[in-house]
Structure formats: structure tokens, C-alpha cells
């Protein structure tokens, strides 16, 4: 029997896991178009039943049962007006509505008392929900996976430790912003929560609102910006949440917890002090020492070694890295979609393991749990923007060596689209964005001609297994999945130059055979320049989604400076009257 995920939240989404197998997942972002979309994932449960084919689901496991989802239950609108305030579309909030707001979550961000919150959650929940899925003709089998534990789930799964201390840490969902779990034979025990008034998410979600950054989606370019700064200390972040090893808890002495208002409480008080580089660098290091603080005490406290993690705060690689890098930590292993949108499959994973008690102590080797298109469809797709005299094209034998001799013969930066849609926020060699590591020119082009990011946000790497530890020093474990940053080794950071920061660290994907016809390219790009790696960042266009369908592959390449498209055994030109 099959356990059909749901999430919808922010970067809602839906998945299926049968004994301990992954099926398939999908974010509705992708048939949306809109970036991180909120709402119930229509879509995305309309494909996932496809695509299970017959396998029965048994259950229907929704993440979240917290006291906000019975507004946004019952009244959509109030997601889309929140998912709109996090990207800037609508008018900056008043300082009364931001005070206001700072009540209200002063009243309920904790949720107490939670019998009350959950009953209430679980009860509006199930109505809301059972009828939107009832439409679909899927029943009410509904079962409720509470925010953190769908979040712990989705790490300790997935993560092929047996035994593990697994830690979320986030923003806030169900009245807290992280907790502590052991892992043992399958089973999850909670040891430790921690409470959303002293959230180290909200902290540097606020922080990212301050530097008129994204909130929710934007913290990943306020971690690059900290690496363009002299070091800097500010002892007010302190006030808003800090690890008290003492009580083990996270503490704050701040009355704020509104983001949007913490942010302007930090922009007027306390980045006008500094630059934005100082301020970045110091809130990315502030964090960095809390939660370095509370790994290092569970780990003493429960002599557990192995660390698996989730929640968006660990979207940060740089926090990853040295939380890989700690003598204490054995085995590290971060979910490749830590954030909200990786809920549904974590709420999957644990009603799964209940239901059908089958637990894998293997690690996930790869995610490319989306949909895939036959030869057929691919040009059936080209030959109607061929048609229209937007494109040429044409079939190749060997796509991976032709698309090589691309590359490195004629400097060109390729689109990339094959296989299977990668699950979560990052390109694994799917639906990529290809070019030379090797050559300054290539980032700058890729970011002229398509991403348009700012100057301070680095381009990831694709690294053959085999080459990492030339690379990469300290080359500490084997990831799959660009959750964690890395050193370059010195000496080498030249080969690596376009795919690497200002600091000498890089976010890579180690690959191994996992994704045979995308090993192949780069070894054919290390036969004839001598490097084992590729800069590789999303196939889309800047605020948009990852590409997921030929269609959409053709659309970025029509709608962006990129010049030709590799997708299948197809290598597509763009006319150059094609605008």
C-alpha cells in the first residue's frame, strides 16, 4: 500500500513512498511557473496518482496540523497574499499593520496550549482538506504529520543512518522552530523542541528582509554577500534568539516576532550602523555559532555521531559545511529538500514506515523522482517551434560528446534537458545549465544571458566522484546533492574558478554512476581539457522555476540570451531572429 504526501503550504507540493520506496514528488511550483506557489497542489497530486500507476493509496499523510492552517484553509487568499508579500508584489505593510501583525504572532506564533491547536488544526484540517481531495475521487484516508516530525522524517529516512541524531531547524510550523530526534531502527523519538518566539530562522529571514532581500527564498544571497566582508560582530542579535547551553534552549529576550517587523527594527537600528556586507557577515556567523553550539551539545548528550538534518535553515551550505567538518560528527547528511517544499515526502516517509514498517539503511542515491518525456514528445515539442522558424535542430548519435565539443570547442554555455526532473531546489544534471568551471567568461555569460543574479552569488559544481578529493580539501564524505559547501583545494582553485566563491568554497555535486549519460559528458569534458567538473546551475530563467517539460526547456531558451539547448538526443540552435 502507498502513502500519498501532501503539503499545502509555502512551496507546496505532493509525493508517494511505498515500503520504504520513493515513487515519485513534485513541488506545484513547476506546473504553476510561479516560484515557491502556495496553496493545495492540484497539480502536483493529479501527476503523482499517474505516475504511481497501481500502486493503491492506502493513505493520504498532509503535513502541517498547526493553528495557522485553519485560516489559510479555509481561506486561500491569505497564502497568496503572504507568498506576494515575501517576493515584494504588493505594497510594503504600514508600521501600524507590522505592530499589529507582532501581536497577533506574540499570541500565536507558540501555540499554546497545543492539545488545543492541534485539535482545532486537525479537525478544520480535515474537513477543508477531505473535501479538495474528494473532488479528486482520492477519499478522506486522512492522517496528520505534524511540521517538524514531516521535516525530521524527510532527513532521517532518507539519510541510511540507523542510528541518528536528526535536528530541524526553521522559521517556524505547528508553534516551533526546530527540534531534536534520535533515530533508531526506524523509529523517530522527539528529545528536544524548541519554541518559534526565539526563531534562529526568522533571525536571519529578517536579516535577509533588512538587506531588501526576499524573505523565504532570498537567505541564500545574504550567506554569499557575508563572504565579501572584514570579519564584524553585533551583540544585538543576541536579543533575538541565542542557544542557552545552560537550558539547552533556544532563548530570546526580544519582543519581536514578527519578521517583517524584526527587519525594520534591524534596519533602523542596526544596519545603518554597518554595511551590507558586515551586517551579512555577521548575522551568517552569529548563526553559524548557535547552531555549531547546539549540534556539538547532542551530540555530547546522546554519544550519537551520525547528523541528519532538515528545515530551511540547513539550506545553508556554509552551516552545513561546518557542521560536516566537526571531529565530533561522523557521518553528515542534510535532505536535499530541506525547506518547506520537502514536506510532503517527509510526511510520505513516516505515515509509510508506520503503515508498512519497511525501513531502508541505505542512503537516497539519487532524487530525480519527476517526470520524464519520451524521444516522441521531445520532438514533437521541437518541431513546432521549428515550424514557427524559432529554432533548428538536430539529431545526434552521441549528444553527451557532441554537447562536450560545444563547450569546450566554442566556450558555450548549454541548456541541459534529459532524463527525469531532479526533486527539490537544485540542478543534479537534469535540467541544467551547463559551461566550462575552468573560465571566468562563463559565469559572467551564464549570468548576462539567463540567471541575471547579483555579482555576489556563486554558480555551483558538478565533480565527477573520483575527482573530489583532487579538488576539494578537506574532501569529508561523498554528497550527491549540493546541500553542503566545500574548500578548494589550493592549487586547484583555477579549474574551478566560474563554479566557486570569493572564499575558495564551492557547493558540489559529487556524482557517481547514478546519472550515467550526465557522467559521461563531463568525462568526455575531462578527457579533452583535463578537468573532471562542470559549473552547473538551474535550467530556468531568473524568478522563475526549474524547467520541467520540453516546452518549458524551449520557452528558457527562447526567452533568454542562451544560444543552444541539448535535450534528448536533440542539440537545438535558436535562430537568430528568435526573440
Not at 541510511?160 to 533515530?183: K, Q
Not at 551539545?297 to 566537526?326: D, K, P
Request: charged letters at 25%; glycine letters at 8%; a positive charge.
Amino acid at each position: 500500500m502507498a502513502v500519498l504526501g501532501v503539503h499545502d503550504g509555502h512551496d507546496n507540493g505532493a509525493a508517494v513512498a511505498e515500503s520504504g520506496t520513493v515513487l515519485c514528488a513534485i513541488n506545484e511550483e513547476r506546473f504553476t511557473k510561479l516560484k515557491n506557489d502556495v496553496g493545495f497542489p492540484v497539480n502536483s497530486i493529479k501527476y503523482i496518482v499517474k505516475a504511481a500507476g497501481d500502486s493503491e493509496i492506502d493513505k493520504i499523510a498532509i503535513a502541517r496540523i498547526d493553528g495557522a492552517a485553519i485560516f489559510t484553509r479555509l481561506f486561500p487568499v491569505l497564502d497568496v497574499r503572504r507568498r506576494k508579500l515575501f517576493r515584494h508584489e504588493i505594497p510594503k505593510p504600514s508600521m501600524i499593520n507590522l505592530h499589529m501583525s507582532n501581536m497577533i504572532f506574540k499570541l500565536t506564533q507558540e501555540q499554546t496550549p497545543k492539545w488545543l491547536w492541534s485539535r482545532l488544526g486537525k479537525g478544520i484540517g480535515a474537513y477543508a482538506m477531505g473535501a479538495r481531495l474528494r473532488k479528486m475521487r482520492l477519499g478522506d484516508k486522512i492522517v496528520f504529520v505534524e511540521h517538524h516530525l514531516a521535516h525530521a522524517s524527510s532527513a532521517y529516512y532518507s539519510s541510511g543512518f540507523n542510528e541518528a541524531l536528526v535536528i530541524t531547524l526553521d522559521a517556524s510550523g505547528d508553534g516551533i522552530c526546530g527540534s531534536v530526534s534520535i533515530g533508531e531502527k526506524g523509529e523517530l523519538t522527539r528529545i528536544k523542541e524548541f519554541r518559534a518566539g526565539a526563531s534562529l530562522g526568522i533571525l536571519y529571514g529578517a536579516a535577509t528582509v533588512a538587506c531588501d532581500m526576499r524573505f523565504s527564498e532570498d537567505e541564500g544571497k545574504l550567506m554569499s554577500l557575508a563572504a565579501y566582508s572584514f570579519p564584524s560582530e553585533i551583540k544585538e542579535l543576541k536579543e533575538f534568539s541565542r542557544y542557552d547551553e545552560a537550558k539547552m534552549e533556544l532563548v530570546s529576550s526580544s519582543g519581536i516576532r514578527y519578521e517583517f517587523l524584526l527587519a525594520e527594527h534591524m534596519r533602523n537600528t542596526i544596519l545603518w550602523r554597518y554595511s551590507r556586507e558586515a551586517f551579512a557577515y555577521s548575522v551568517q556567523r552569529y548563526v553559524e555559532t548557535q547552531v555549531l553550539k547546539m549540534v556539538r551539545q547532542y551530540i555530547r548528550e546522546t554519544g550519537i555521531h551520525n547528523v541528519a538534518v532538515a528545515g530551511g535553515l540547513f539550506s545553508n551550505i556554509i552551516i552545513n559545511m561546518l557542521i560536516n567538518e566537526l571531529p565530533e560528527v561522523k557521518k553528515f547528511f542534510a535532505f536535499p529538500h530541506m525547506g518547506d517544499g520537502g514536506l510532503a515526502l517527509g510526511a510520505a516517509y513516516y505515515t509509510d514506515f508506520k503503515e508498512n514498517g519497511k525501513f531502508s539503511a541505505r542512503q537516497i542515491n539519487d532524487i530525480y523522482y519527476g517526470p520524464g518525456y519520451s524521444d516522441s514528445e521531445v520532438e514533437a515539442a521541437l518541431a513546432r517551434h521549428r515550424k514557427a522558424k524559432k529554432i533548428d535542430y538536430e539529431e545526434v548519435d552521441d549528444i553527451a560528446s557532441y554537447t562536450a565539443d560545444r563547450m569546450i570547442d566554442e566556450n558555450e554555455a548549454v541548456l541541459w534537458f534529459q532524463g527525469r526532473m531532479e526533486y527539490g531546489p537544485r540542478a543534479l544534471g537534469n535540467r541544467s545549465v551547463l559551461a566550462m568551471p575552468n573560465a571566468n567568461e562563463s559565469r559572467d555569460r551564464i549570468n548576462l544571458m539567463i540567471k541575471r543574479r547579483p555579482y555576489y552569488q556563486p554558480f555551483a559544481s558538478t565533480i565527477l566522484e573520483e575527482e573530489a578529493g583532487r579538488l576539494l580539501d578537506p574532501c569529508v564524505g561523498k554528497n550527491r546533492f549540493m546541500t553542503v559547501g566545500y574548500k578548494v583545494r589550493e592549487g586547484r582553485r583555477a579549474d574551478l574558478i566560474a563554479a566557486s566563491h570569493i572564499d575558495g568554497t564551492t557547493r558540489p555535486q559529487m556524482l557517481g554512476e547514478e546519472n550515467r549519460l550526465f557522467r559521461d559528458l563531463i568525462k568526455k569534458v575531462r578527457k579533452k581539457s583535463g578537468t573532471g567538473a562542470l559549473l552547473n546551475t538551474s535550467l530556468n530563467k531568473h524568478g522563475r522555476p526549474i524547467a520541467m517539460s520540453p516546452e518549458d526547456a524551449v520557452w528558457t531558451l527562447l526567452n533568454t540570451g542562451a544560444t543552444s539547448l541539448s535535450i534528448g538526443n536533440f542539440f537545438v540552435r535558436k535562430l537568430a531572429r528568435a526573440k
